[in-house]
């Protein structure tokens, strides 16, 4: 069974800096790209970025490329999502997903507020 | 980027009739490979979305035969033949031909 599973998710003041981490198991994680999508309060579903299987190519969306960095750890069945000069708008439910989204995590939560 | 345009953004359903949704984009969704990667997601409250069907008209497994897509280039339509109750959610359109990859606005479905 594939499962996705968050984590790192908080509340941090605007400026600073988070890291979110996604472990993945029940299929070869290595064999798959990657990616990370937001859903924002009333603002539905963003894709944030998205990794190679090899973590060759990485994209993002331009409201966080320069702050936010993707990043993975096949060893480690590991995706992770570094954060950083945070915004109140990029608060929200951040997930993990397999390639072109077949499969999802539960997601975990960021608030960026003072 | 691309902006994918649903329509309605609420529809109200009876239940046992077919219900359909419109997704546009607005630049075409042929990809360079010949495939056209538009992917239609239903979302539970409080639940991850989960994709019901990928490159405009296959379901996923798992997925009733109820729910079925077609459409081309720039538009799109998601059918359910039958609506039941646990079809009463919201319904996402996304595209994944040209980076950033880019999704509808929902729309939700309401019994009448």
């Known amino acids: 069974e594939v499962q996705l599973v968050e984590s790192g998710g908080g509340l941090v003041q605007p400026g600073g800096s988070l890291k979110l981490s996604c472990t993945a198991s029940g299929f070869v994680f290595s064999n798959y790209w990657m990616t990370w999508v937001r859903q924002i309060p009333g603002k539905g579903l963003e894709l944030v970025a998205n990794?190679?299987?090899?973590?060759?190519?990485?994209y993002y969306v331009d409201s966080v490329r320069g702050r936010f960095t993707v990043s993975r750890d096949n060893a480690k069945n590991s995706l992770y999502l570094q954060m950083s000069n945070l915004r109140a708008d990029d608060t929200g439910l951040y997930y993990c997903?397999?390639?072109?989204?077949?499969?999802w995590g539960q997601g975990t939560p960021v608030t960026v507020s003072s | 980027d691309i902006v994918m345009t649903q329509s309605p953004h609420s529809l109200p359903v009876t239940l046992g009739q077919p219900a359909s949704i419109s997704c546009r984009s607005s630049?075409?969704?042929?990809?360079?490979?010949?495939?056209?990667?538009l992917s239609w997601f239903q979302q539970r409250p409080g639940q991850s979305p989960r994709r019901l069907l990928y490159k405009v008209s296959n379901r996923d497994s798992g997925v009733p035969a109820r729910f079925s897509g077609s459409g081309s280039d720039t538009d799109f339509t998601l059918r359910i033949s039958r609506v039941e109750a646990e079809d009463v959610e919201i319904y996402y359109c996304?595209?994944?031909?040209?980076?950033?990859?880019?999704f509808g606005q929902g729309t939700q479905l309401e019994i009448q």
């Open positions: 990794i190679k299987d090899d973590g060759s190519d990485k």
């Open positions: 630049q075409s969704l042929v990809h360079s490979d010949g495939n056209t990667y």
């Open positions: 996304m595209q994944t031909t040209h980076w950033p990859y880019t």
């Open positions: 997903a397999r390639g072109f989204l077949m499969f």
